[in-house]
């Protein structure tokens, strides 16, 4: 049965324009921007095989590659397409609201742009949200990739972008493909590290969060460990 035989009050579209969107599971707002199913399959049947595929998690939707979606019976490269581009303008509102607005006193924004950026990351991978005098983000930097250590993240190149950047604070951040947020040691270490290094030339660490998976974001400041 096609979405278009169902009740007017059970239509995803029709629902959210009554209760908005908030009120519709990740399906249902998959299934409105599909729009149409294939064969013996809803949209919202389709939406829930996508899903499906990447076990329930949208971060994971998210970082999929175009061959990855497109190789989905009934998704398609122009429906995949789609798919990507909409994932990327999330990304970039985000990014926009924090270049407009006081980045560390918007903590939510944050961490939803992390866990877009960082969450299903396979490798792990350490950035830098280079900051003005009135914490609006100036560049997010990707500095490292791989196994992050005190010794493969070098504080010399990460002084280097923030002198290169004009930047008066960061907001340092790195991802644990394990999906345990838990600060290591040696996050701990590192964290010290620079927070020194950045200090000599005027730059200060405002946090380093810890993404893992879709979790919060974990705050190394909101521990006491800055």
């Known amino acids: ?17 009554a209760l908005g969107p908030a009120a519709l599971s990740d399906a249902e707002l998959l299934a409105i921007y599909l729009r149409v199913g294939v064969r013996g399959k ?15 998690r949208l971060g994971a939707l998210v970082e999929a590659s175009l061959d990855d979606l497109a190789s989905i019976s009934g998704i398609g490269m122009a429906k995949a397409a ?14 926009q609201e924090m270049q407009v607005r006081d980045s560390f006193t918007s903590p939510g924004r944050v961490r939803d742009w992390l866990r877009l950026k960082l ?38 190149e990460v002084v280097k972008a ?3 950047n004009n930047a008066a604070a960061v907001i340092l951040a790195h991802n644990h493909p394990s999906g ?3 600060p290591s040691s040696a996050d701990e270490m590192l ?36």
């Open 82 to 95: 789609q798919l990507k581009a909409s994932f990327e303008l999330a990304r970039r509102a985000l990014h």
């Open 162 to 164: 923030a002198l290169a």
């Open 42 to 56: 809803s949209a919202v049947d389709l939406a829930r095989e996508l899903l499906h595929r990447f076990d329930g």
């Open 180 to 182: 345990v947020a838990e």
């Open 119 to 156: 969450g299903h990351r396979q490798q792990e991978v350490f950035i830098a949200l280079w900051l003005d005098a009135q914490n609006r983000l100036i560049k997010a930097d990707e500095l490292f990739t791989g196994s992050l250590t005190s010794t493969s993240v070098y504080p010399r």
């Open 1 to 17: 049965m096609g979405i278009s035989d169902w009740p007017e009050g059970e239509r995803p579209r029709e629902r959210l324009l």
């Open 191 to 226: 964290t010290r590290n620079l927070k020194s290094a950045l200090a000599l030339v005027d730059v200060r660490v405002l946090d380093h969060f810890i993404v893992a998976g879709n979790a919060q974001p974990l705050s190394l400041a909101e521990r006491g460990l800055l």
